[in-house]
Protein backbone atom coordinates (compact mmCIF):
# COMPACT_ATOMS: atom_id res chain seq x y z
CA UNK A 1 0.00 0.00 0.00
CA UNK A 2 1.43 2.86 -0.64
CA UNK A 3 2.32 5.78 1.56
CA UNK A 4 0.11 8.79 0.79
CA UNK A 5 1.56 11.16 3.64
CA UNK A 6 4.77 10.81 0.66
CA UNK A 7 2.44 12.28 -2.10
CA UNK A 8 1.90 15.26 0.13
CA UNK A 9 5.51 15.82 0.78
CA UNK A 10 6.23 15.42 -2.95
CA UNK A 11 3.54 18.41 -3.15
CA UNK A 12 5.08 20.64 -0.29
CA UNK A 13 8.47 20.62 -1.75
CA UNK A 14 7.42 21.02 -5.17
CA UNK A 15 5.46 24.11 -4.30
CA UNK A 16 8.21 25.78 -2.46
CA UNK A 17 10.58 24.47 -5.16
CA UNK A 18 8.64 26.59 -7.73
CA UNK A 19 8.29 29.50 -5.65
CA UNK A 20 12.08 29.71 -5.44
CA UNK A 21 12.64 29.09 -9.22
CA UNK A 22 10.07 31.71 -9.87
CA UNK A 23 7.76 29.48 -11.86
CA UNK A 24 4.96 31.22 -10.11
CA UNK A 25 6.03 34.91 -10.34
CA UNK A 26 3.74 37.15 -9.20
CA UNK A 27 4.34 39.09 -11.96
CA UNK A 28 4.79 37.09 -15.12
CA UNK A 29 3.48 33.69 -14.35
CA UNK A 30 1.05 34.01 -11.44
CA UNK A 31 -0.75 30.52 -12.18
CA UNK A 32 0.33 27.29 -13.36
CA UNK A 33 0.09 23.68 -13.24
CA UNK A 34 2.18 20.98 -12.09
CA UNK A 35 2.70 16.93 -13.05
CA UNK A 36 3.54 14.84 -10.31
CA UNK A 37 6.20 12.32 -12.72
CA UNK A 38 7.23 10.21 -10.13
CA UNK A 39 3.57 9.87 -8.88
CA UNK A 40 2.34 8.77 -12.52
CA UNK A 41 4.96 6.04 -12.34
CA UNK A 42 3.27 4.93 -8.81
CA UNK A 43 -0.18 4.83 -10.21
CA UNK A 44 0.58 3.17 -13.19
CA UNK A 45 2.37 -0.07 -11.54
CA UNK A 46 -0.47 0.06 -8.78
CA UNK A 47 -3.05 -0.39 -11.84
CA UNK A 48 -0.78 -3.02 -13.72
CA UNK A 49 -0.26 -5.29 -10.56
CA UNK A 50 -4.14 -4.60 -9.85
CA UNK A 51 -5.08 -6.87 -12.61
CA UNK A 52 -3.85 -10.47 -12.60
CA UNK A 53 -0.75 -11.64 -14.50
CA UNK A 54 -2.67 -14.60 -16.39
CA UNK A 55 -5.40 -12.22 -18.26
CA UNK A 56 -5.09 -10.85 -21.13
CA UNK A 57 -5.20 -7.04 -20.95
CA UNK A 58 -4.84 -3.35 -22.40
CA UNK A 59 -4.92 -0.76 -20.00
CA UNK A 60 -6.02 2.18 -22.54
CA UNK A 61 -5.48 5.62 -20.82
CA UNK A 62 -8.65 8.11 -21.70
CA UNK A 63 -6.86 10.63 -23.35
CA UNK A 64 -9.70 12.92 -22.69
CA UNK A 65 -8.32 12.95 -19.12
CA UNK A 66 -5.09 14.70 -19.91
CA UNK A 67 -4.26 14.40 -23.52
CA UNK A 68 -1.17 16.88 -22.95
CA UNK A 69 1.66 15.25 -25.68
CA UNK A 70 4.20 14.79 -22.82
CA UNK A 71 1.65 13.32 -20.45
CA UNK A 72 0.39 10.90 -22.91
CA UNK A 73 4.09 9.98 -23.64
CA UNK A 74 4.77 9.36 -19.75
CA UNK A 75 1.77 6.70 -20.21
CA UNK A 76 3.15 4.75 -22.72
CA UNK A 77 6.76 4.16 -21.39
CA UNK A 78 4.65 3.32 -18.53
CA UNK A 79 3.31 0.46 -20.55
CA UNK A 80 -0.70 2.07 -21.18
CA UNK A 81 -2.24 2.24 -24.53
CA UNK A 82 -4.70 4.75 -25.26
CA UNK A 83 -8.38 5.49 -25.95
CA UNK A 84 -8.95 8.53 -28.44
CA UNK A 85 -12.80 10.08 -29.12
CA UNK A 86 -11.59 12.52 -31.39
CA UNK A 87 -9.49 13.76 -34.51
CA UNK A 88 -7.76 15.52 -32.20
CA UNK A 89 -7.23 13.21 -29.35
CA UNK A 90 -5.80 10.72 -31.89
CA UNK A 91 -3.35 13.23 -33.53
CA UNK A 92 -2.07 13.64 -30.13
CA UNK A 93 -1.49 9.88 -29.20
CA UNK A 94 0.04 9.54 -32.21
CA UNK A 95 2.66 12.33 -31.37
CA UNK A 96 2.77 10.46 -27.98
CA UNK A 97 4.16 7.46 -29.94
CA UNK A 98 1.28 5.27 -29.49
CA UNK A 99 1.49 2.51 -32.09
CA UNK A 100 -1.94 1.38 -34.02
CA UNK A 101 -2.20 -1.76 -32.11
CA UNK A 102 -2.02 0.26 -28.61
CA UNK A 103 -5.05 2.54 -29.56
CA UNK A 104 -8.87 2.42 -29.40
CA UNK A 105 -11.18 4.61 -30.77
CA UNK A 106 -14.23 5.42 -29.20
CA UNK A 107 -16.80 7.88 -30.37
CA UNK A 108 -20.89 8.60 -31.11
CA UNK A 109 -20.25 10.49 -34.04
CA UNK A 110 -17.16 9.22 -35.72
CA UNK A 111 -17.31 10.83 -39.06
CA UNK A 112 -16.70 8.81 -42.20
CA UNK A 113 -12.96 9.88 -42.57
CA UNK A 114 -12.45 9.02 -38.84
CA UNK A 115 -13.89 5.40 -39.57
CA UNK A 116 -11.66 5.25 -42.53
CA UNK A 117 -8.47 6.39 -40.65
CA UNK A 118 -9.27 3.71 -38.23
CA UNK A 119 -9.95 0.68 -40.23
CA UNK A 120 -7.20 1.31 -42.71
CA UNK A 121 -4.77 1.53 -39.67
CA UNK A 122 -6.15 -1.65 -37.75
CA UNK A 123 -7.20 1.04 -35.16
CA UNK A 124 -9.30 -0.76 -32.55
CA UNK A 125 -12.86 0.65 -33.07
CA UNK A 126 -16.20 1.19 -31.12
CA UNK A 127 -19.33 1.46 -33.06
CA UNK A 128 -21.71 3.52 -31.26
CA UNK A 129 -25.62 2.34 -33.32
CA UNK A 130 -26.45 0.27 -36.27
CA UNK A 131 -26.46 3.51 -38.49
CA UNK A 132 -22.75 3.52 -38.07
CA UNK A 133 -22.55 -0.29 -38.44
CA UNK A 134 -24.37 0.44 -41.57
CA UNK A 135 -21.58 2.37 -42.85
CA UNK A 136 -18.55 0.49 -41.55
CA UNK A 137 -20.62 -2.23 -43.78
CA UNK A 138 -20.33 -0.38 -46.46
CA UNK A 139 -16.42 0.28 -45.69
CA UNK A 140 -15.47 -3.43 -45.46
CA UNK A 141 -17.04 -4.35 -48.65
CA UNK A 142 -15.27 -1.39 -50.36
CA UNK A 143 -12.08 -3.83 -48.78
CA UNK A 144 -11.39 -1.17 -45.65
CA UNK A 145 -9.86 -4.16 -43.27
CA UNK A 146 -12.24 -4.70 -39.96
CA UNK A 147 -9.42 -6.43 -37.44
CA UNK A 148 -10.55 -5.14 -33.95
CA UNK A 149 -13.83 -3.78 -34.29
CA UNK A 150 -16.83 -3.81 -31.66
CA UNK A 151 -19.93 -2.78 -30.92
CA UNK A 152 -20.47 -0.37 -27.74
CA UNK A 153 -23.91 -1.83 -25.50
CA UNK A 154 -25.68 0.72 -23.32
CA UNK A 155 -26.32 -2.15 -20.68
CA UNK A 156 -29.20 0.71 -18.93
CA UNK A 157 -28.61 -0.79 -15.37
CA UNK A 158 -28.99 3.16 -14.25
CA UNK A 159 -27.46 6.32 -13.36
CA UNK A 160 -24.98 7.23 -10.44
CA UNK A 161 -24.36 10.63 -8.10
CA UNK A 162 -23.73 12.38 -11.20
CA UNK A 163 -26.21 11.95 -14.40
CA UNK A 164 -24.29 13.79 -16.83
CA UNK A 165 -21.04 11.41 -16.20
CA UNK A 166 -23.16 8.40 -16.30
CA UNK A 167 -23.68 6.24 -19.48
CA UNK A 168 -25.88 3.49 -18.81
CA UNK A 169 -28.96 5.13 -17.94
CA UNK A 170 -32.24 4.59 -19.96
CA UNK A 171 -31.82 7.19 -22.25
CA UNK A 172 -28.04 7.38 -22.03
CA UNK A 173 -26.69 8.52 -25.62
CA UNK A 174 -24.02 6.57 -25.99
CA UNK A 175 -24.44 2.91 -27.52
CA UNK A 176 -26.99 0.42 -28.54
CA UNK A 177 -30.07 0.38 -25.46
CA UNK A 178 -29.76 -3.29 -24.84
CA UNK A 179 -33.17 -3.47 -23.31
CA UNK A 180 -35.03 -1.67 -25.74
CA UNK A 181 -37.79 -4.11 -27.29
CA UNK A 182 -36.09 -5.83 -30.35
CA UNK A 183 -32.52 -4.58 -29.77
CA UNK A 184 -30.93 -7.46 -28.39
CA UNK A 185 -32.09 -9.68 -30.96
CA UNK A 186 -31.17 -7.63 -33.86
CA UNK A 187 -27.91 -7.02 -32.89
CA UNK A 188 -27.25 -10.73 -31.79
CA UNK A 189 -28.23 -11.20 -35.64
CA UNK A 190 -26.06 -8.16 -36.53
CA UNK A 191 -23.09 -9.94 -34.95
CA UNK A 192 -24.33 -13.63 -36.57
CA UNK A 193 -24.12 -12.15 -39.67
CA UNK A 194 -20.96 -10.40 -39.49
CA UNK A 195 -17.83 -12.69 -38.44
CA UNK A 196 -15.37 -9.54 -38.46
CA UNK A 197 -17.57 -8.26 -35.17
CA UNK A 198 -14.94 -9.78 -32.74
CA UNK A 199 -15.57 -6.99 -29.92
CA UNK A 200 -18.00 -5.86 -27.09
CA UNK A 201 -17.90 -2.57 -25.74
CA UNK A 202 -19.22 -0.93 -22.14
CA UNK A 203 -18.69 1.92 -20.09
CA UNK A 204 -21.24 2.74 -17.39
CA UNK A 205 -19.26 6.23 -15.89
CA UNK A 206 -16.88 6.93 -13.75
CA UNK A 207 -17.08 9.68 -11.06
CA UNK A 208 -19.98 9.33 -8.90
CA UNK A 209 -20.59 5.18 -10.46
CA UNK A 210 -20.55 2.76 -7.34
CA UNK A 211 -18.24 0.57 -8.64
CA UNK A 212 -20.74 -1.98 -8.06
CA UNK A 213 -23.31 -0.28 -10.96
CA UNK A 214 -19.86 -0.33 -12.43
CA UNK A 215 -19.31 -4.36 -12.65
CA UNK A 216 -23.32 -4.76 -13.35
CA UNK A 217 -22.79 -2.87 -16.78
CA UNK A 218 -19.65 -5.21 -17.44
CA UNK A 219 -21.36 -8.49 -16.55
CA UNK A 220 -24.06 -7.71 -19.14
CA UNK A 221 -21.54 -7.04 -21.65
CA UNK A 222 -20.32 -10.28 -20.98
CA UNK A 223 -23.17 -12.09 -20.31
CA UNK A 224 -24.00 -10.84 -24.22
CA UNK A 225 -20.90 -11.56 -25.39
CA UNK A 226 -21.16 -15.55 -24.02
CA UNK A 227 -24.50 -15.07 -26.02
CA UNK A 228 -22.82 -14.51 -29.51
CA UNK A 229 -20.57 -17.05 -29.09
CA UNK A 230 -22.55 -19.66 -27.68
CA UNK A 231 -24.17 -18.72 -32.08
CA UNK A 232 -21.20 -18.96 -33.22
CA UNK A 233 -18.17 -20.44 -30.87
CA UNK A 234 -15.09 -18.20 -30.60
CA UNK A 235 -16.42 -14.95 -32.15
CA UNK A 236 -16.00 -12.55 -29.77
CA UNK A 237 -12.33 -12.42 -28.52
CA UNK A 238 -12.68 -9.23 -26.82
CA UNK A 239 -14.67 -6.89 -23.96
CA UNK A 240 -14.01 -2.91 -23.63
CA UNK A 241 -14.99 -3.16 -20.05
CA UNK A 242 -14.48 1.09 -20.47
CA UNK A 243 -13.25 3.01 -17.26
CA UNK A 244 -14.81 3.08 -14.39
CA UNK A 245 -13.15 3.92 -11.15
CA UNK A 246 -14.24 7.19 -9.31
CA UNK A 247 -11.75 9.38 -7.54
CA UNK A 248 -12.05 10.47 -3.84
CA UNK A 249 -11.34 14.57 -3.92
CA UNK A 250 -11.81 14.69 0.00
CA UNK A 251 -7.93 13.59 0.45
CA UNK A 252 -4.92 12.04 -0.87
CA UNK A 253 -5.48 9.08 -0.52
CA UNK A 254 -6.65 6.71 -3.49
CA UNK A 255 -10.41 5.46 -2.79
CA UNK A 256 -11.36 2.68 -4.38
CA UNK A 257 -8.02 0.89 -5.25
CA UNK A 258 -7.77 -0.57 -8.62
CA UNK A 259 -7.63 -4.15 -6.48
CA UNK A 260 -11.06 -2.97 -5.29
CA UNK A 261 -12.52 -2.37 -8.83
CA UNK A 262 -10.89 -5.84 -9.72
CA UNK A 263 -12.02 -7.80 -6.69
CA UNK A 264 -15.68 -6.27 -7.66
CA UNK A 265 -14.73 -7.36 -10.68
CA UNK A 266 -14.38 -10.45 -10.12
CA UNK A 267 -17.36 -10.95 -8.00
CA UNK A 268 -19.71 -9.66 -10.30
CA UNK A 269 -18.58 -11.16 -13.98
CA UNK A 270 -16.32 -14.12 -12.97
CA UNK A 271 -16.48 -15.00 -16.88
CA UNK A 272 -14.32 -11.65 -17.60
CA UNK A 273 -11.28 -13.60 -15.93
CA UNK A 274 -12.02 -17.18 -17.41
CA UNK A 275 -9.56 -17.01 -20.59
CA UNK A 276 -11.96 -16.79 -22.77
CA UNK A 277 -11.88 -12.95 -23.52
CA UNK A 278 -9.32 -10.32 -23.88
CA UNK A 279 -9.79 -7.18 -21.79
CA UNK A 280 -9.38 -3.70 -22.61
CA UNK A 281 -9.75 -1.04 -19.90
CA UNK A 282 -10.05 2.75 -20.35
CA UNK A 283 -9.26 4.00 -16.76
CA UNK A 284 -8.54 8.21 -17.27
CA UNK A 285 -9.66 9.93 -13.97
CA UNK A 286 -8.16 7.81 -11.52
CA UNK A 287 -5.02 7.57 -13.20
CA UNK A 288 -3.80 11.08 -13.42
CA UNK A 289 -6.25 12.91 -10.71
CA UNK A 290 -3.99 12.94 -7.80
CA UNK A 291 -0.76 13.40 -9.87
CA UNK A 292 -1.26 16.90 -10.93
CA UNK A 293 -2.11 19.99 -9.34
CA UNK A 294 -2.74 23.72 -10.03
CA UNK A 295 -1.16 26.71 -8.11
CA UNK A 296 -1.38 30.78 -8.15
CA UNK A 297 -0.85 33.78 -6.71
CA UNK A 298 -3.49 35.77 -4.64
CA UNK A 299 -3.41 38.72 -6.31
CA UNK A 300 -6.03 40.72 -4.06
CA UNK A 301 -7.55 40.39 -0.82
CA UNK A 302 -10.88 42.05 0.33
CA UNK A 303 -13.95 41.81 2.31
CA UNK A 304 -17.38 42.04 1.08
CA UNK A 305 -20.59 41.60 3.30
CA UNK A 306 -17.94 40.51 6.14
CA UNK A 307 -16.83 37.67 4.44
CA UNK A 308 -12.83 37.49 3.40
CA UNK A 309 -12.27 36.85 -0.51
CA UNK A 310 -8.68 36.16 -1.90
CA UNK A 311 -8.98 36.87 -5.36
CA UNK A 312 -6.58 34.60 -7.50
CA UNK A 313 -5.70 33.44 -11.25
CA UNK A 314 -7.45 30.06 -11.10
CA UNK A 315 -10.79 30.18 -11.51
CA UNK A 316 -13.60 29.04 -14.15
CA UNK A 317 -10.84 28.57 -16.82
CA UNK A 318 -8.96 25.73 -15.44
CA UNK A 319 -11.52 24.56 -13.22
CA UNK A 320 -14.77 25.05 -15.16
CA UNK A 321 -16.31 21.56 -13.29
CA UNK A 322 -15.74 22.99 -9.89
CA UNK A 323 -17.21 26.43 -11.23
CA UNK A 324 -20.53 25.61 -12.55
CA UNK A 325 -21.07 22.45 -10.72
CA UNK A 326 -19.48 22.31 -7.29
CA UNK A 327 -21.54 19.81 -5.26
CA UNK A 328 -20.61 17.54 -7.72
CA UNK A 329 -16.94 18.35 -7.94
CA UNK A 330 -15.85 20.14 -4.95
CA UNK A 331 -12.03 20.08 -4.59
CA UNK A 332 -10.12 21.08 -1.62
CA UNK A 333 -7.94 24.22 -1.69
CA UNK A 334 -4.10 24.69 0.07
CA UNK A 335 -2.74 27.53 1.04
CA UNK A 336 1.02 28.58 1.31
CA UNK A 337 2.64 31.38 1.82
CA UNK A 338 4.46 33.31 -0.36
CA UNK A 339 7.61 31.95 0.27
CA UNK A 340 5.56 28.75 -1.08
CA UNK A 341 5.59 27.32 2.98
CA UNK A 342 2.21 25.65 4.37
CA UNK A 343 0.36 28.62 5.91
CA UNK A 344 0.24 29.22 9.51
CA UNK A 345 -2.34 32.11 9.26
CA UNK A 346 -5.27 32.24 11.72
CA UNK A 347 -8.00 30.32 9.66
CA UNK A 348 -10.87 32.18 8.79
CA UNK A 349 -13.72 31.28 6.41
CA UNK A 350 -13.48 33.24 3.34
CA UNK A 351 -14.15 32.50 -0.64
CA UNK A 352 -11.20 31.63 -2.96
CA UNK A 353 -11.93 33.32 -6.56
CA UNK A 354 -10.85 32.90 -9.51
CA UNK A 355 -10.46 35.63 -12.13
CA UNK A 356 -13.40 35.47 -14.75
CA UNK A 357 -16.01 38.00 -14.79
CA UNK A 358 -19.23 35.91 -13.56
CA UNK A 359 -20.03 36.31 -9.68
CA UNK A 360 -20.06 32.52 -9.68
CA UNK A 361 -16.43 32.15 -10.51
CA UNK A 362 -15.22 30.61 -7.34
CA UNK A 363 -12.82 27.57 -6.51
CA UNK A 364 -13.97 27.84 -2.72
CA UNK A 365 -17.11 29.24 -1.39
CA UNK A 366 -17.15 29.64 2.53
CA UNK A 367 -14.58 27.64 2.99
CA UNK A 368 -12.77 27.99 6.61
CA UNK A 369 -8.58 28.25 5.28
CA UNK A 370 -5.55 29.78 7.13
CA UNK A 371 -6.33 33.95 6.27
CA UNK A 372 -5.15 34.38 2.74
CA UNK A 373 -2.86 37.44 1.84
CA UNK A 374 -1.81 38.81 -1.39
CA UNK A 375 1.10 37.10 -2.85
CA UNK A 376 0.33 33.80 -1.16
CA UNK A 377 -0.24 30.51 -3.03
CA UNK A 378 -3.24 28.73 -3.21
CA UNK A 379 -3.28 24.85 -4.43
CA UNK A 380 -5.69 23.42 -5.79
CA UNK A 381 -4.74 19.08 -5.96
CA UNK A 382 -6.25 16.16 -7.53
CA UNK A 383 -6.42 18.42 -10.68
CA UNK A 384 -4.29 16.31 -13.28
CA UNK A 385 -7.71 14.91 -14.97
CA UNK A 386 -9.64 17.06 -16.76
CA UNK A 387 -8.92 20.65 -15.29
CA UNK A 388 -5.61 22.05 -16.56
CA UNK A 389 -5.21 20.20 -19.67
CA UNK A 390 -8.74 21.07 -20.86
CA UNK A 391 -9.28 24.68 -20.45
CA UNK A 392 -12.02 26.80 -20.87
CA UNK A 393 -11.75 30.10 -23.14
CA UNK A 394 -14.07 32.43 -20.75
CA UNK A 395 -12.67 36.15 -21.11
CA UNK A 396 -9.81 35.16 -23.76
CA UNK A 397 -7.74 34.08 -20.61
CA UNK A 398 -4.52 32.01 -21.47
CA UNK A 399 -3.54 28.96 -20.53
CA UNK A 400 -0.98 28.13 -18.21
CA UNK A 401 2.47 26.21 -18.11
CA UNK A 402 2.09 23.39 -17.36
CA UNK A 403 5.38 21.83 -15.28
CA UNK A 404 6.37 18.10 -15.05
CA UNK A 405 8.68 17.99 -11.74
CA UNK A 406 10.15 15.18 -9.86
CA UNK A 407 11.61 14.68 -6.34
CA UNK A 408 14.90 13.27 -5.22
CA UNK A 409 16.18 13.45 -1.88
CA UNK A 410 18.22 16.40 -2.46
CA UNK A 411 16.20 18.50 -4.91
CA UNK A 412 13.00 18.98 -7.53
CA UNK A 413 13.44 19.02 -11.09
CA UNK A 414 11.02 20.50 -12.98
CA UNK A 415 10.46 20.31 -16.74
CA UNK A 416 8.24 22.25 -19.28
CA UNK A 417 5.72 20.19 -20.49
CA UNK A 418 3.07 22.56 -22.13
CA UNK A 419 4.33 26.54 -22.19
CA UNK A 420 2.46 29.11 -20.99
CA UNK A 421 0.38 30.55 -24.16
CA UNK A 422 1.24 34.11 -24.98
CA UNK A 423 -1.05 36.78 -25.17
CA UNK A 424 -0.12 36.79 -29.36
CA UNK A 425 -0.90 33.16 -29.09
CA UNK A 426 -4.35 34.18 -27.31
CA UNK A 427 -5.19 36.51 -30.28
CA UNK A 428 -3.75 33.92 -33.17
CA UNK A 429 -6.81 31.26 -32.20
CA UNK A 430 -9.17 34.46 -32.16
CA UNK A 431 -9.23 34.49 -35.98
CA UNK A 432 -7.80 36.67 -39.14
CA UNK A 433 -8.34 39.77 -40.36
Same mark, same amino acid.
Given at each position: ???H ?5 R??R ?11 D??D? !???A??D??? &? #? ?8 A???DV ?5 F #? ?30 A ?10 ? %? ?9 L? @?????? &? ?8 ? %? ?5 L? /? @?G ?13 VG ?11 QT????V ?7 R????? /?????S ?15 L????? +? ?20 G?D???G???D???D ?5 ? /??H ?6 AA????? +? ?5 T ?9 N ?15 R???L ?6 V ?59 V????T ?8 F ?6 ? !? ?7 ? /? ?5 R??? !? ?14
Amino acid at each position: MRDHHVRRVRRDRAVRAAVAEGLLDPHDT !PVAAFVDIVG &I #AETTRELLTAWPEDVDVLHAF #AAKANALVPVLAMLRGQGLGCEVSSPGELAQARAAGFSAERLV %LDSPAKSQRELE @DALRNR &IALNIDNFEE %LERVDRLV /A @DGFPAVRVGVRINPQVGIGSIEAMSTAGQTTKFGVALADPGNRERLLR /AYAERSWLRWVHVHVGSQGIPLELNAE +GVAEAVAFAREVNVLRPGQVEGIDIGGGLPVDFSGDEDSPTF /ADHVATLRSAAPELFS +GEFRIVTEYGRSVMAKNGFIASRVEYTKTSGGRAIALTHAGAQVAARTVFAPDAWPLRVLAYDRSGLPSTAELEVQDVAGPCCFAGDLLARERKLPLLATEDVVVVPDTGAYYFSSPFGYNSLPM !PPVFGFEVT /ADAVTFRVLR !PAESIDEVVARSGVL
